[in-house]
Structures are given as C-alpha cells and as structure tokens.
C-alpha cells in the first residue's frame, strides 16, 4: 500500500505529539541522557497517514524526562 501513499507511523524513541499520537498509558521509564520532553517508549498501536493526513494516530504508552 505504500506505493498509494499510505505510510505506517509510531517508533519508540519518538517525541511525544499529540497530533499524532494518543497516549493511552502515562509510564514511568528510563530514557536517553538529555531527553527534555515526554517520550514514546512503546507502541501499542501504529499510526496510519496518507501523504500529510492522519488517518489514524498510534496509540502510545509516554514517558517523562526525569
């Protein structure tokens, strides 16, 4: 489906954006040195857009930086 334009989104590691992702569990999780902003740290579903548009935002477990 990839050749139609519909891409798969969601690592862990990401920067938490609530555009695009919905947090579905608030964690607490040891993350990079230096990491300043809330974090993904598990995807429990992937996210699905289409060229720019969000069909479908990944759900998410987030972290905080201590």
């Not at 938490?16 to 919905?22: G, I, M, W």
């Amino acid at each position: 489906l990839g050749r139609f334009g519909l891409g798969r989104f969601g690592d862990p590691g990401e920067a938490f954006d609530p555009t695009v992702h919905e947090a579905l569990v608030h964690t607490e999780a040891e993350l990079a040195e230096g990491t300043t902003q809330p974090t993904v740290v598990q995807v429990l579903q992937p996210g699905y857009r289409m060229g720019d548009r969000v069909l479908r935002a990944a759900r998410v477990a987030v972290a905080d930086p201590h």
